[in-house]
């Protein structure tokens, strides 16, 4: 599944864009997260891989901001098994190994549409990174 970080404007978000969208490319779409009221705002959807290009493209069309949001990921090396991560995390996707070795659950993971453990982390041992496995230290692209 790919996620799509889909931003709406004051105007746009009165509109039923996203039920078009869905009802017209005929995609499944789940959210993750929606921080949206009257003002505008922005949801967390995941949709299936093969129609994540197509379905950014047809917010586009619409006029509509759209962002495929990075991955979390840890540098085992400098972790020092705080905890600060676990506790502030909003969707526990993240835990310890019995070794204490922290692990990101990527299936949960908003990645860097929250990015809280990145500003969090003391030790600066987390960072975002590109799906393609590119380092990106950018709280938002
Ligand atoms: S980016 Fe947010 S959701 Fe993902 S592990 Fe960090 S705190 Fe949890
Ligand atoms: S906040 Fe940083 S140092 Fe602490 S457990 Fe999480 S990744 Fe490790």
Do not use: W
């Not at 746009?12 to 993750?32: C, D, F, G, N, W």
């Not at 540098?75 to 922290?102: M, N, Q, R, W, Y």
């Amino acid at each position: 599944m790919g996620r799509i970080l889909i931003r709406f404007s004051e105007e746009q978000v009165s509109e039923p864009i996203a039920s078009q969208i869905i009802i017209e490319y005929k995609v499944p779409m789940a959210i993750l997260s929606a921080h949206i009221n009257n003002k505008g705002g922005e949801i967390l959807v995941e949709v299936p891989d093969t129609m994540q290009e197509q379905v950014v493209e047809a917010f586009r069309k619409r006029g509509v901001t759209t962002m495929v949001p990075k991955l979390i990921e840890v540098d085992s090396e400098k972790c020092f098994s705080c905890g600060t991560c676990i506790a502030l995390c909003p969707v526990e996707a993240i835990k310890t190994d019995k070794d204490h070795t922290v692990q990101f659950d990527k299936e949960k993971c908003l990645g860097s549409t929250c990015s809280i453990c990145v500003d969090a982390c003391p030790a600066r041992a987390i960072k975002s990174v590109k799906a393609n496995g590119n380092e990106n230290r950018d709280k938002k692209s």
